[in-house]
């Protein structure tokens, strides 16, 4: 796996929030939140314009609960409903890997991560970002690839 630091370029988002999520329901809020967020650009007419992402703002301890947010970039701003917003993309320094299999197996890549910015004396600003640059609906399960993003201060 391929780790390495670089400097991110923000860009603007639609996007939705969900609380207190965690590993047995992330699924679901995730296509729940992919659902509200694809109906409004359809609606408005934006076009998509990078990979969605899901930000991970916060966690309990234990990582087992989370508060996330859903985007998606798009080319243009639209109009925020109840539970769609604008936002944008993370923007600066930051540490980034591209993961290669299932979502299951996430865990190792955060971890491979964590351990480089250990050894390389860097903190985490606390949110991470997976990219989901493959769509699961076509394909194969191993082949899928999230670039994993961890801003550093």
Do not use: W
């Not at 934006?46 to 301890?61: D, G, H, K, R, V």
């Amino acid at each position: 796996m391929n780790i390495e630091r670089t400097n991110l370029s923000s860009q603007i988002a639609v996007a939705t929030k969900a609380t207190a999520v965690t590993m047995e329901n992330m699924t679901a809020a995730i296509d729940t939140g992919y659902e509200k967020l694809m109906q409004a650009v359809a609606q408005q007419g934006a076009q998509l314009i990078s990979a969605p992402y899901c930000a991970y703002l916060n966690s309990n301890e234990d990582f087992t609960v989370f508060d996330i947010e859903l985007g998606i970039p798009i080319n243009t701003a639209i109009s925020a409903s109840d539970e769609v917003y604008m936002s944008q993309t993370y923007g600066g320094k930051a540490v980034i890997a591209t993961h290669q299999d299932s979502y299951a197996t996430l865990e190792a890549t955060y971890e491979a991560m964590l351990v480089y910015l250990q050894e390389n004396h860097l903190e985490s600003t606390g949110v991470y970002y997976d990219y989901y640059l493959s769509n699961p609906l076509d394909t194969p399960e191993d082949q899928l690839l999230t670039q994993v993003v961890f801003p550093i201060n």
